[in-house]
C-alpha cells in the first residue's frame, strides 16, 4: 500500500474486518471516508478469499468512474465481457488485494450476493491517534487485568449458524465467538 502510493512508513492501519457478505447483502454508492466518523481513512484495500462464480454470484465491486469499472474475484483472465450483465469487468484471482483511495476518487458499490462473498477489508490513516494495533493492545491489557471482560474463548464449531437478522446484511466473523458468548456486538 504505501509503496503503491508513495507514502512509505506513514499509515496507520485504522480498522481490519473479515467480512462475510451472505446471499442478499449489498452496499450503495459511497466513499470509504463517507462519514464525519471516517475521516481518517486515506487508502482502503479489499482482499478476496473466494472466488466468483465458484462460490458466489453477483457481488461485484463497482467503481462510479474510472478503470477498472468493475472487479470481480474469479479465476478466469485478466478482462472479460459478460453477456448477462452487459458489462465488462477486470477479474482478480482469490487471495489478490485492490488499493484505492478511501476519498471521493474512488465511489464504489457492491452489487447484491447471491451465496457467501467472503473478503478482508483493511482501512489505512496517515493519522497515528487512529492506529488499530496500539487501541488493540490497549483494550486487551485491559481486559487481561481484568475480571469482569475476559478474552473471547477461542470460535465455536457452530460459529456461522446465526439468526436470519444478523447474517442478513453480512457479518464480521471476527467478533462471532464474542456473539455466541452473548456480547451483543
Request: net charge negative.
Amino acid at each position: 500500500m504505501e509503496e503503491t502510493f508513495g507514502c512509505e512508513y506513514e499509515l496507520f492501519i485504522e480498522f481490519t474486518g473479515l467480512i462475510s457478505w451472505c446471499r442478499g447483502a449489498s452496499i450503495g454508492w459511497h466513499s470509504d471516508d463517507n462519514r464525519l466518523y471516517l475521516k481518517q481513512r486515506h487508502f482502503s484495500a479489499v482482499c478476496y478469499l473466494n472466488s466468483y462464480g465458484k462460490v458466489f454470484k453477483g457481488g461485484l465491486f463497482r467503481f462510479q468512474s474510472g478503470e477498472p469499472a468493475t472487479v470481480a474475484p474469479s479465476v478466469c483472465v485478466l478482462s472479460q465481457f459478460d453477456q448477462s450483465l452487459n458489462t465488462e469487468f477486470w477479474c482478480v484471482f482469490a487471495q489478490d488485494v485492490i488499493m484505492y483511495t478511501a476519498d471521493d476518487r474512488n465511489i464504489h458499490s457492491v452489487d447484491e450476493v447471491d451465496g457467501e462473498r467472503l473478503t478482508l477489508a483493511m482501512w489505512f490513516t496517515r493519522d497515528s491517534s487512529h492506529d488499530e494495533d496500539s487501541k488493540l493492545v490497549s483494550r486487551l491489557s485491559q481486559c487481561a487485568s481484568s475480571h469482569e471482560f475476559p478474552l473471547p474463548l477461542p470460535a465455536s464449531s457452530n460459529m456461522y449458524w446465526f439468526s436470519p437478522h444478523q447474517r442478513a446484511n453480512g457479518f464480521d466473523i471476527c467478533v462471532a465467538s464474542l456473539r455466541l458468548l452473548g456480547f451483543d456486538v
